[in-house]
């Protein structure tokens, strides 16, 4: 089966009775059924599941059955390639090149697909690259002996790029030999005694490493705590114009949110305890305003039982708060930090859904550079129709945040406006979109920390009887 985090993967098991070889399955005795998910199975210790058959409609259990999930894969490994260019072909008529690499595999369709490009180098014709490291799985779909395509160009402005050339190798052929000559078929048609357009020299280096189901497996797990926007600018609740309206029919921006990305989140937290917090809000009993407050009322223990229980306590809030505001974001990220660095073995997700502008920047990308060093994912996600463009400098995709000399020590941000999806198939898209990265995340801070999956225990051998 191919798995995906960020969906909710159903799986039903049923277990019959042979009475005979081959025939319909109604020709066997039904036993019963079991209904999970591929979450609940991966998230256990040791990939291991255990629940009861049961006749549909009849919780009675007819016996039990284990499920024991593994990884197969040929994808573990990370290829970290230093490169420097030698003697590249001049491209600019009043200067060098400025030249760039692409890596191309073919996909099953034998299209070719780029998977990573370098920065650009400017004016020169023995470039160095900076480092990069491509997963293997990404790189050759973890087939060693795949072919790989190396693309070198001239970079231009106006994005008519020149071809400089081209060579194609493969990750066993570069460990064996670095040195490749790049050839540009149109030049060789055109230039007698041509050779090549120079060479490439690729220092290439195979690391193994772990991959989220590993941590699973050794009993890892994820956190999920959900952070609410309680400021004015939402609206009244008892109003049908309102972001925070309740209708019986259909659920608001904010359930929706919730409801998305908690579904994917709760099967890999065995407890199912979630922190719901709140922020913008005049709180009883003295109407003082709150930037980070608890949706239970106790503020000395925030969580909910499972997602349904942060709802719940998020529609109570609404009736025992005023909304107000500004809008902080500053104070939530610091309590969330606070709750990831308490928990061993555990990587925490953050949800703040919001309708408006951040009114406290500065503060907010301090805190995040701190969060940035721990066990910790930020997701925002944005409801109603403000400019939300001020939060594109939160999801630093291209370059990691810095503030007053601080870098962050990786992106730990994603920003995604709600109204970006539509449709019945909202909560799902929503899901893919914020969720996709966050195995990676998950491992990379992992790793970062030189934390390695401890295989799970061995369970002692039953007596025998």
Same mark, same amino acid.
């Given at each position: ?23 319909? /399955? ?216 309102? /972001? ?105 997700? /953050? ?115």
């Amino acid at each position: 089966l191919d798995y995906f985090f960020e969906e909710v993967q159903t799986l039903k098991f049923a277990c019959y009775d042979s009475d005979a070889a081959g025939g319909p /399955l109604s020709a066997h005795d039904f036993i019963g059924e079991m209904v999970t998910t591929m979450g609940q199975i991966l998230g256990k210790l040791g990939g291991q599941y255990e629940a009861n058959l049961a006749l549909p409609g009849d919780p009675k259990s007819r016996g039990k059955l284990i499920v024991k999930a593994d990884e197969v894969s040929a994808n573990k490994g990370v290829a970290r390639l230093r490169i420097t260019g030698h003697h590249l072909d001049k491209k600019d008529l009043f200067g060098k090149s400025d030249p760039y690499l692409e890596f191309v595999k073919l996909n099953a369709l034998q299209t070719p697909m780029v998977v990573h490009r370098t920065e650009v180098q400017k004016k020169t014709l023995d470039p160095t690259w900076k480092p990069i490291e491509i997963p293997l799985g990404s790189l050759c779909n973890g087939d060693r002996d795949r072919p790989i395509i190396i693309n070198c160009y001239d970079h231009d402005d106006d994005g008519s790029h020149d071809f400089i050339g081209s060579v194609q190798t493969t990750v066993n052929a570069l460990l064996a030999n670095p040195t490749l000559p790049l050839h540009n078929q149109k030049k060789a048609d055109k230039k007698k005694g041509y050779t090549n357009s120079g060479e490439i020299r690729i220092n290439c280096s195979v690391e193994e490493t772990f991959t989220f189901i590993d941590y699973l497996h050794a009993g890892f797990q994820l956190g999920f705590a959900v952070a609410v926007d309680f400021t004015g600018s939402n609206g009244d609740p008892r109003l049908p114009t309102s /972001l925070h309206h309740f209708n019986p029919y259909q659920p608001n921006a904010y359930v929706s949110a919730i409801r998305s990305v908690g579904a994917v989140i709760q099967d890999y937290d065995s407890d199912k305890l979630f922190p719901g917090l709140g922020f913008g809000a005049k709180l009883p009993p003295r109407g003082d305003v709150s930037h980070s407050f608890s949706l239970t009322g106790d503020e000395q223990n925030p969580y909910c039982a499972g997602i349904e229980g942060v709802i719940a306590a998020y529609q109570a809030t609404l009736s025992r708060v005023t909304l107000y505001g500004p809008t902080f974001f500053g104070p939530i990220i610091a309590q969330a930090t606070a709750i990831a660095n308490q928990l061993q073995r555990n990587y925490n997700v /953050l949800l703040i859904i919001t309708d408006g502008i951040i009114n406290d920047m500065e503060q907010t990308i301090a805190n995040i550079i701190d969060a940035s060093n721990a066990p910790l994912s930020i997701i925002i996600v944005g409801v109603g129709n403000a400019d939300f463009t001020g939060m594109n400098a939160l999801d630093a995709d291209d370059k990691l945040l810095s503030f007053r000399g601080r870098t962050a020590a990786r992106d730990i941000v994603q920003f995604v406006p709600l109204n970006k999806f539509q449709g019945p198939a909202l909560q799902y898209a929503l899901a893919k979109e914020v969720l996709s990265e966050l195995p990676r995340q998950f491992v990379d801070y992992f790793r970062s920390k030189g934390v390695v999956p401890q295989p799970p225990p061995i369970a002692p051998a039953a007596a025998a009887h």
